[in-house]
């Protein structure tokens, strides 16, 4: 089995990536820069990860989450959200302050009606 | 009489990406031993899979010519972890940090404040050949 499964779905012109899994050094985080580079030369760029399936994150995958979101929304003119944190990873991300940088939600009719 | 000593493991793995699931399973289970709780257990895990991935990617550099040697030592309320690579030396001094300023939207960087952030003690030396151990420790 994959170490990260993601099923992708359409919500309007909104890709939502359903993820379970690991998002760790190696296939993890390959796995989640493809499918970002993959949606971007599909021309889809609002994005909105459902990350309520992913229990376990390293620095690695921290660093493929910027990496998304500066493709995405840095350089691509695109929109990414994270929606469902973990405890986990809410916990890295405010120790390493980027839930500031990110917009986050509970909710994935509250996401998605955050994009523009 | 409490009859526990310290109980140590050492690993030599290739320099693979795959060694670090190998490593982290092996101190899964001493830290269990070591009584650590769930929380410091997730924490070790953490650091060890930041301390092998530098180790694999960074002083290695993935060639697999080289290993990296993991010593785990578990005693009652305490596990000590020691990784070693092959690689030309290493200062953290010069790693930045990685909650300031430009560095938070760098996509790599956090390693080292995830190691520091989660163990008790972490410090750095150089090994015999010009390689590079991390030592990090966890109490319960």
């Known amino acids: 089995m994959a170490e990260l499964n993601m099923k992708e779905r359409q919500a309007g012109d909104v890709t939502v990536l359903d993820m379970d899994g690991k998002i760790t050094i190696g296939e993890g985080s390959v796995a989640l820069r493809s499918a970002i580079k993959r949606l971007l030369d599909e021309g889809k760029k609002k994005v909105l990860l459902n990350l309520s399936g992913v229990g376990y994150i390293d620095s690695s995958g921290i660093g493929e989450l910027v990496s998304s979101y500066t493709t995405i929304q840095v350089k691509g003119g695109g929109q990414l959200k994270l929606l469902n944190l973990t405890q986990k ?16 939600y509970e909710s994935e009719a509250d996401a998605l009606n955050g994009f523009q | 009489m409490p009859s526990v000593t310290a109980e140590t493991t050492r690993l030599v793995l290739p320099s693979r990406i795959e060694s670090v699931e190998q490593a982290a399973a092996v101190a ?15 924490h070790v895990d953490m650091a060890l899979r930041e301390a092998l991935g530098n180790a694999v990617t960074h002083g290695n550099k993935k060639d697999e010519n080289k290993t ?20 030309t030396g290493f200062d953290p001094a010069t790693v ?11 996509p790599s960087g956090r390693g080292i404040f995830f190691m520091r952030t989660f163990m008790d003690e972490v410090s750095w030396s150089n090994t015999a050949d010009g390689g590079t151990t991390v030592r990090l420790v966890k109490h319960s």
């Open chain 1, 89 to 104: 990873l809410q916990d890295l991300l405010t120790i390493t302050k980027l839930l500031t940088v990110f917009d986050v």
């Open chain 2, 68 to 87: 990296v040697t993991v010593v785990i030592t578990s005693s009652p309320g305490t596990l000590e972890i020691e990784v070693s690579d092959q690689g």
């Open chain 2, 96 to 106: 930045p940090d990685p909650t300031v300023g430009e560095n938070i939207l760098k």
């Open chain 2, 28 to 42: 899964e289970k001493m830290a269990e031993r070591s009584g650590l709780n769930p929380e410091a257990t997730y």
